[in-house]
């Protein structure tokens, strides 16, 4: 299809350019392109179909980064994170980040931590569950015992990514169900499945169904006692996807990180609690002999002799340099005052939900700034997908989902407070909870039920 662009001159408005440009295809390639302004144009036009990020609750994914680091990444959209010789200060960053968060989180030892950035939790989890394969099968090999049924023991609560690690390098996922008001990872549920076949315990710091943290430090007592009785000596690896920037400024106390010995590697998020825009996320190992040499590829044909662990090859660097724009630009001072804000404004948000009549909260945002919530068995009329329809209305995203085994009769609504939502904005959202949930409240009869809603399983 050919597309006139001839006839539209310099003073012509973008929205008779867009005349000119209706039958641009949309799944194919046009012969002609439409120029650099009227796409931009058009583009942003088609972008206000999505939601606003700001009034995303749903996600944990950062939303709002400050100018500078925006400009930053303008500036540094060009450069290749694998091109380590190229743009060898690029990997100097990356090298102080791994070392910062290896410290945040109380890596052994003093010199260079092990560890690498990824495009996020999901590529941190695999590189995780991995090197746990790899050790437990190195470990069979010298008993001389059978590889070929690997296991990994967590709750059922855990992220698709691990989900999708089982899946993906064959290995059985062992999930502990939820048990009553129990929605995560208790330590003897872990330590009762585990055998000499399990490569690892995978125990989550905010948990995505309703941001609590999980017991790691009784889950790592548990498998201390499995192992002195003769049990399998197993290792765990925590997913801290969210938790990892959160627990060190606002729960300093928790003894959740490399302080176990058992915890062997943890991952984290940068584009979540990092305060990064998304595609950043750290894999952290306790030290260098927890991460199997032969998982390491050096490679030389980019100059140099360079070693990676990565499942991508070329990656944006920019996301790591914003990383690291970050922790220099706010210091452990400034981590401690944004998450601490983030807490204050859910366990608020959470405080006057509960105080709203027919909502129960199962989290109250004191572990992460996440908390989930309920309706009171009595109401009968409305659900929480209603709910979250009538605020999806008002331009607030709010995930309504059920729970999976044991809990699949529990539905919920889940609110994640990131940065940038200023206590202001919370008000604003409960004044939108307040008036839908009057508006719900005064139906006398059951709202119809929609075809998705009992299958409107979790999704972030
Ligand atoms: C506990 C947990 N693990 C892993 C992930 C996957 O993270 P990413 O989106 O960085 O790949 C998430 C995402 O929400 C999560 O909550």
Redesign the pocket.
Known sequence: MSVDTTDVGDDTTALVREQAVRDLPHDALAEHGCGGEVAFNLLSNELLLDGSARLNLA???TTWMPPRAEALMGLTADKNMIDKDEYPQTAEIERRCVNIIGRLWHAPGTGDVTGTS????????MLGGLALKWRWRERMKVGGKPTDRPNLVTGVN?????EKFCRYWDVEPRLVPMEGDRYHLSAEGAAALCDENTIGVVA?????FDGSYEPIGEICAALDELAARGGPDVPVHV?????GFIAPFVQPDLVWDFRLPRVQSI?A?G??YGLVY?GV?WAIWRERNALPSDLVFNVNYLGGSMPTFALNFSRPGSEVIAQYYMFVSLGAEGYRRVQRGSSAVAQHIAREIAGMGPYRLLTDGGDLPVFAFTLAPEVANYTVFDVSARLREQGWLVPAYTFPENRQDLSVLRVVVRAGMSRDMADLFLDGVRKQTASLEGLKTPLPKRPDDEVSAFK?
């Open positions: 996600t944990f994914v990824t495009t996020g939790s999901s590529e941190a989890a855990v992220q698709v990514c691990w989550v710091l905010g948990s995505t997913d801290a996807a969210s938790g991952n998020s584009h979540k998304p996320g972030h």
